[in-house]
């Protein structure tokens, strides 16, 4: 009888403990969770920029988390292609700080995909829409795609909407088709940061509408960031609204400011490739409007105790 109330008890006992692990386990992994979607990709701290003494940013502060889909916007030497540049490492500031994943730019660069406003090329050169694309493979370990088969260059050909012209010349492309073979090129290193500057211009309706089911394609897997000069809308895909106020502006000349963005009633239906949102230039937002508990999120919680409760959204 007391050998079958120890079985019963040690049971008992057994069965609390897995769901103890259970619980715990759950807890942890939604904690990661919270983790990464707080987990910032892009960080500006202060940042002081001049371009032969013409102040370009002054004290611009603003971070983006990762997978988040960002519209910088601008007017036309607002400062816009500044900040990409020294997102990519190709510039420093005057003041302030810059992280790409929690390092230096350019210490970050393999984990970026760029994507210019267009590529120069000499039209009697013969290369191939997949030569292209393998181009975005010659950094780091990428140089084993440079001849033979590679699943990389495939699968950015793929996302990218351009498999079906991988073996046409790049120079007989019209200028939609050659933007998305660059972002295929910008694809095929899989990076965790996708930048485009002013991808849709010049660019017919429907290869618009090509490009930002590719864009729509990456939402949430991909962290992007698009300039564009078009201060009145941006795609619905939009998460952030970031608005560089260049030069001599109203408000903080220099900096950038967080916009919210809402729904529009009347607009092209080719705009953006179909549902826009409008800008909402009298309503700004705090930088951590949408991380509240970003900073009690630890980087990496102790596995044998459950972590600490997180609210708010992302």
Not at 155 to 163: F, G, T
Not at 257 to 262: D, P, Q, Y
Request: glycine residues 10%.
């Amino acid at each position: 009888m007391n050998l079958e109330i120890d079985r019963a008890r040690q049971a008992e006992a057994g069965a609390s403990e897995a769901a103890a692990r259970d619980a715990h386990r759950a807890a942890r992994d939604a904690h990661r969770v919270a983790r990464d979607a707080h987990r910032v990709a892009v960080r500006f701290l202060g940042v002081d920029f001049a371009h032969r003494e013409a102040e370009v940013l002054k004290n611009a502060s603003f971070h983006v988390h990762e997978g988040e889909f960002v519209a910088l916007i601008g007017p036309n030497g607002s400062g816009k292609t500044t900040i990409l540049r020294l997102i990519l490492g190709l510039a420093r500031p005057g003041a302030g700080s810059i992280e790409v994943f929690g390092a230096p730019p350019e210490l970050a660069r393999g984990a970026v995909g760029y994507v210019p406003q267009s590529m120069s090329f000499d039209r009697a050169f013969p290369i191939s829409v997949e030569e292209v694309v393998r181009m975005g493979r010659l950094s780091g370990t990428g140089r084993d795609c440079l001849k033979g088969g590679c699943s990389d260059v495939d699968d950015a050909l793929a996302m990218a909407d351009v498999a079906d012209l991988r073996d046409r010349p790049y120079a007989a492309l019209s200028g939609g088709q050659r933007r998305r073979v660059l972002v295929a090129r910008a694809l095929a290193s899989r990076p965790r940061l996708l930048v485009l500057d002013e991808p849709t211009a010049n660019m017919d309706e429907d290869s618009e509408r090509r490009l930002y089911a590719v864009l729509g394609s990456l939402k949430g897997s991909t962290t992007v960031i698009i300039a564009t000069h078009d201060m009145d809308f941006v795609s619905a895909l939009t998460d952030v609204v970031l608005c560089v106020n260049g030069r001599g502006g109203e408000e903080a000349p220099g900096g950038v400011t967080r916009h919210a963005s809402g729904p529009v009633e009347r607009v092209s239906s080719g705009h953006y490739g179909g549902a826009v949102l409008q800008v909402l230039h009298d309503t700004d937002l705090p930088d951590d409007a949408r991380c509240a508990s970003c900073a009690s999120v630890d980087p990496d919680p102790d596995p044998a105790a459950p972590p600490a409760p997180h609210g708010g959204e992302r």
